[in-house]
């Protein structure tokens, strides 16, 4: 497109402020839409189906061999994952909509653009064919002045118009970088840190578990055993 605009400043050097304003509009839209589709496809995509289907599975084999409240906690944990994924998936997908909108901004500017420059690029052979009698040359002086002017004001309406959209991705963008900041200090720090290494559970004085003969029964010795809460001397 940029080289349709350029044609026409060789054409009408009264173009020449459309060329310059389009000028700082240039932008690899492909890689835009290839980044678009990575994000919605590559990553976000990948954590639907499959991740779906292994969960599932997950769960149905979980349900052979283990004591009745072990397996309904750890089904609740697995469905409590799988909630937490479909939110990050949304919003993988939202980053790749935002690269896709931004794609797409560029894509109609150009086309826009292009079809400027065509019309344009007609209408200013005719006013040089104008210029070259000189029984029309005024006209055609006019004529070139005229449709100049109009392609000037097209373009920076459009680029404004293209500004503004970009301006409005960049404000979400900005956002989700803050929150992104933010999730660094979610945990505490200094005199506030925790010591995960305090929350673990010796289990070494513990039995061996041992199956039920019966499914959905407590395991032999079971009436025998004292439960101690975590750090509580028994």
Known sequence: MMAKLNRLGKISIWVAPAVAIAGTAIANEPGMAQAASNWKHGISGRLDDGVKQLLAQVVTTSRD????????E???????????????RGVLGDVGGMMDEIAAGYRSYWLKVGSLAASTFTLLLFAKRLQSSPHTSLYGGLLEKFVASGLNGAVAVLT???VSGLRGVGEVMATATKKNHQFAYVAPSGEGRIDFTQATIDVESFPPFQAPVTSGELPAGADDFDWTEPGAKG
């Open 74 to 88: 750890f089904e609740r944990v697995v469905w409590l994952l799988h909630r937490e994924i479909g939110v990050l």
């Open 160 to 162: 404004l118009t293209l």
């Open 65 to 72: 061999g283990w004591v009745a409240r072990d397996q309904q």
